[in-house]
């Protein structure tokens, strides 16, 4: 029911259902659906006779042949929503998909859908869905945030990085990719962008005792981290910082 379908609903044949292969649940039969075709009386003594009711009739069929209009995505993504919560996930995913059919740059729809197949372990359909999601709502810093997560799952470091930077630019405090961003750099061996990610994430962060204990025990680990590496990155950078501040006297100084 998409206007952008290539090809149309109405213009190939539908997949036959057999009790090997049932309608799932993201189908539907197809004479349920509309047709361009339908009640298309081409009788020209009739339509002379009957000229408005031919007129009115062709109207119902072009209503009832559009695309479906935002308020009946709405309903979709409602019945998603009330499906969730009756513990119905493929139902509610299924309404999701048909939603994303219809209308396919809805952010929130492609995030919904990019994370179930991050969970569901299919990273590659979750890193393009949640790269569409935020095209289409680039400030949207938690799609970013889902994005490096995903890209994360592909073992695509660079990509995540830049998903995380494109995070934080539009939300430096999120706790969650300031704590990824210092787990990425650290597992990089870039030990100085380590250091500034998790002291921005201790300068972030509420007490401990405010955390859920699988943060709280990062931030354990960020501070040991931060306290055992920055005094080890001082001595290091001391000779370098020692002779950039020696003063060359030049002969005619002298």
């Avoid at 009739?46 to 209009?69: G, M, Q, V």
């Avoid at 995030?111 to 569409?132: I, P």
Wanted: proline fraction near 7%; hydrophobic fraction near 45%.
């Amino acid at each position: 029911l998409d206007k952008k379908a290539k090809p149309a609903w109405h213009e190939e044949a539908p997949r036959r259902a057999t009790a090997q292969q049932p309608r799932q649940s993201d189908e539907i039969w197809h004479f349920l659906l509309p047709d361009p075709g339908m009640a298309d009386y081409t009788d020209k003594a009739a339509k002379a006779l009957y000229p408005d009711d031919f007129e009115r009739l062709k109207r119902w069929r072009k209503a009832f042949c559009a695309p479906l209009e935002s308020h009946e995505v709405a309903r979709l993504l409602a019945a998603a929503d009330a499906a969730m919560a009756a513990g119905q996930r493929d139902t509610a995913f299924a309404h999701l998909e048909a939603a994303l059919n219809l209308d396919p740059a809805n952010p929130r729809i492609l995030n919904s859908l990019g994370l179930r197949a991050l969970h569901g372990g299919d990273a590659v359909r979750a890193v393009a869905l949640l790269e569409r999601a935020t095209a289409a709502d680039p400030e949207a810093s938690p799609l970013w945030y889902n994005l490096s997560t995903a890209h994360r799952a592909t073992g695509d470091a660079d990509a995540e990085l830049l998903a995380l930077d494109a995070c934080l630019t539009r939300d430096p405090y999120m706790l969650r990719a300031l704590l990824a961003k210092g787990q990425l750099l650290e597992r990089r061996g870039e030990t100085a962008g380590a250091i500034a990610a998790y002291t921005g994430l201790l300068k972030a962060s509420p007490p401990d005792a405010d955390l859920p204990p699988p943060l709280a025990q990062a931030l354990e680990h960020a501070r040991d981290f931060v306290a055992a590496n920055s005094q080890a990155l001082g001595a290091a950078l001391a000779p370098a910082l020692a002779a950039g501040n020696t003063v060359v006297l030049k002969p005619s100084d002298t």
